[in-house]
């Protein structure tokens, strides 16, 4: 057989589309190579985004024991797509651990009853310390020898350094009588009695604010009784315990968290409002009313609606710290210096050229992503953009907490990871990477370059993109 010149030609001039992909391949290989970095290639145009919907989320419970029939397709629809708005309120619960996936019906209605129970006791005891606390500290600046406050060294057995309010003279902490503690919040000055006056009435109608603090459905009307049940045996039993060891033990560590987390509940601005108008309508005087229950300062100057969601905010944040003192509201050094060490050892790992640069400019420590570490990327992104990335970021956990195949032979879609955050945060960076090579000189111009990326960013491709990073990365850190 033979050919002509001109089909032999033919053939020349139109080389097979297979042939020239293999070409462009190998090219980016090559030029991925020199520049050090990792090249992330797919051969599929990327899809859509598609949350988790109001009908898929509904169709996905058994309709006898309302338990979840399909957890692991519905964490997948969720950290691939999000959660459409309107039914957020059902599904993060279970995301945040507050339901049990593999829970029915009847036993989330006994734990959301359990735990709106142990929310109402710990917003009491937080109003019994807050007033106590008031109250030694006017002691202390009149002089008054009858109450002692001792701060023991960082190596006590509670762990930590704390403040012992030890009142010697003071019966109401004799446990002889249920009413002496609610009493001894009645003395003093008349700022003392304004504020404990104000939060008795709060005690008295928790259901207006503890049941604010979650959906506004009208069935939340039955926790009337349970507010009820709790708000008469608050000088009971385990209250009444708590109450007096929360004011015989204080830490330090809580003592500043309701310090900062005042100041951060005056800060927050109104780009919530939108997302939830019904938590907005509220009145001056309810407003107030809870903002003083709470000890808020500083917010003349916040309309009624963020004066009323900074005062729930203080109520909320100032419970799980009296709830979980190791935890408290403040991230610890040690941990935010751990993950910081997390991100340096994903740019040495997966993109070695950047990680050189950073190394040359005393950087490597990974310093100019700190805020976004401490409050994950909302600087960075809209507000919902930031919803929708802790809405992944929750529900990649639950996936990682179901997972019990080996990591590196599943799928790369189906691969979830531990820090998803620093894996996100790493490739925000990752796309600043040519300026930061070229033009940074120092620390503080790569700082100045991750802070121009507030409003810049794409969350849903900064997912994609760590996705792949922490799949390519897997065993090498």
């Given at each position: 057989m033979t050919f002509s010149s001109s089909k032999i030609a033919l053939h020349i001039r139109k080389p097979s589309p297979s042939l020239a992909f293999a070409v462009t391949a190998v090219a980016g290989f090559v030029v991925a190579a020199?520049?050090?970095?990792?090249?992330?290639?797919s051969l599929r145009k990327q899809q859509k985004r598609s949350p988790l919907t109001s009908k898929q989320w509904g169709s996905a419970f058994d309709a006898v024991s309302g338990r979840l029939i399909d957890?692991?397709?519905?964490?997948?629809?969720?950290?691939?797509?999000?959660?459409?708005?309107?039914?957020?309120?059902?599904?993060?619960p279970f995301l945040l651990g507050f339901y049990d996936l593999d829970s029915t019906q009847e036993e989330r209605e006994s734990e959301r009853y359990r735990k709106r129970e142990l929310y109402m006791g710990l917003k009491m005891r937080c109003n019994a310390l807050r007033i106590?606390?008031?109250?030694?500290?006017?002691?202390?600046?009149?002089?008054?020898?009858?109450?002692?406050?001792?701060?023991?060294?960082?190596?006590?057995?509670?762990?930590?350094?704390?403040?012992?309010?030890?009142?010697?003279?003071?019966?109401?902490?004799?446990?002889?009588?249920?009413?002496?503690?609610?009493?001894?919040?009645?003395?003093?000055?008349?700022?003392?009695?304004?504020?404990?006056?104000?939060?008795?009435?709060?005690?008295?109608d928790l259901t207006e604010d503890v049941l604010?603090?979650?959906?506004?459905?009208?069935?939340d009307v039955e926790d009337e009784q349970l507010v009820k049940t709790v708000c008469e045996s608050v000088f009971s039993g385990k209250v009444?315990?708590?109450?007096?060891?929360?004011?015989?033990?204080?830490?330090?560590?809580?003592?500043?968290?309701?310090?900062?987390?005042?100041?951060?509940?005056?800060?927050?601005?109104?780009?919530?409002?939108?997302?939830?108008?019904?938590?907005?309508?509220?009145?001056?005087?309810l407003a107030f009313q809870l903002a003083r229950s709470v000890g808020l300062q500083d917010d003349e100057h916040l309309e009624p609606c963020r004066q009323h969601h900074a005062a729930r905010l203080v109520a909320v944040l100032e419970a799980y710290?009296?709830?979980?003192?190791?935890?408290?509201?403040?991230?610890?050094?040690?941990?935010?210096?751990?993950?910081?060490?997390?991100?340096?050892?994903?740019?040495?790992?997966?993109?070695?050229?950047?990680?050189?640069?950073?190394?040359?400019?005393?950087?490597?420590?990974?310093?100019?992503?700190?805020?976004?570490?401490?409050?994950?990327?909302?600087?960075?992104?809209?507000?919902?953009?930031?919803?929708?990335?802790?809405?992944?970021?929750?529900?990649?956990?639950?996936?990682l907490s179901l997972s019990n195949t080996k990591q590196r032979k599943v799928r790369r879609r189906d691969f979830v990871t531990e820090d998803l955050i620093l894996f996100v945060i790493a490739a925000a960076i990752r796309r600043r990477r040519k300026v930061i090579i070229e033009k940074c000189r120092g620390l503080d111009e790569v700082l100045r370059e991750c802070n121009s990326m507030a409003g810049h960013l794409d969350v849903w491709k900064l997912l994609k993109d760590a996705h792949d990073l922490a799949y390519a990365v897997e065993g090498k850190l």
């Open positions: 020199a520049l050090g970095g990792t090249l992330f290639f957890k692991q397709k519905v964490l997948h629809k969720v950290r691939f797509g999000g959660i459409e708005p309107h039914i957020r309120a059902e599904v993060w106590k606390l008031f109250e030694v500290t006017q002691e202390c600046d009149e002089g008054n020898t009858s109450t002692e406050v001792s701060y023991e060294d960082s190596n006590s057995s509670q762990g930590g350094p704390r403040v012992s309010v030890l009142a010697s003279q003071d019966s109401s902490f004799t446990g002889n009588d249920d009413k002496e503690i609610n009493d001894s919040c009645k003395r003093q000055s008349p700022e003392v009695d304004d504020r404990a006056s104000v939060a008795q009435e709060t005690n008295a604010s603090s979650g959906s506004s459905n009208t069935e009444h315990s708590d109450m007096e060891n929360d004011c015989l033990i204080a830490t330090e560590e809580f003592i500043n968290c309701q310090r900062i987390i005042r100041v951060d509940a005056v800060r927050m601005n109104a780009e919530w409002v939108p997302y939830s108008p019904s938590q907005a309508n509220v009145t001056e005087q710290a009296l709830h979980d003192p190791e935890t408290g509201y403040c991230q610890d050094e040690v941990g935010i210096r751990r993950q910081l060490n997390k991100i340096s050892s994903i740019f040495k790992a997966g993109d070695p050229h950047l990680y050189s640069h950073l190394e040359s400019i005393d950087a490597e420590n990974c310093f100019f992503v700190y805020r976004m570490v401490v409050v994950l990327l909302r600087r960075e992104l809209t507000f919902e953009q930031t919803i929708s990335l802790w809405e992944v970021l929750w529900a990649e956990k639950k996936a």
